[in-house]
């Protein structure tokens, strides 16, 4: 069975941290791309980040030079740093490969 399980989103201020982890089981994660995409209140979800499986990684504009992805195969965990945080990055992330995602996790960047 296929799961993609998320964790790490929270509260946090503007300018702050976090971390997000996702850990995957029942297929092999080095046979596939996985990516981050977020959905904030109203809008539709968006693709963040993406490491390939030769892990080439492309970010959307509005997150270049703040987030970084990584994945560890042998770990089956992908993993999105987030530094400077602003309001609008809240919204829902999760975890996806092809076919599949994670439940999601919440972030807000509220004072």
């Known amino acids: 069975q296929v799961q993609l399980v998320e964790s790490g989103g929270g509260l946090v201020q503007p300018g702050g941290s976090l971390r997000l982890s996702c850990v995957v089981s029942g297929f092999r994660l080095d046979y596939f791309a996985v990516g981050w995409f977020r959905q904030a209140p109203g809008k539709e979800r968006e693709g963040v980040a993406c490491a390939t499986r030769a892990d080439s990684k492309y970010y959307i504009d509005s997150v270049k030079g703040r987030f970084v992805i990584s994945r560890d195969n042998g770990k089956r965990t992908v993993d999105l740093r987030m530094d400077s945080l602003k309001p609008e990055d809240t919204g829902v992330y999760y975890c996806?490969?092809?076919?599949?995602w994670g439940q999601g996790t919440q972030v807000t960047v509220a004072s």
């Open positions: 996806h490969t092809q076919p599949y």
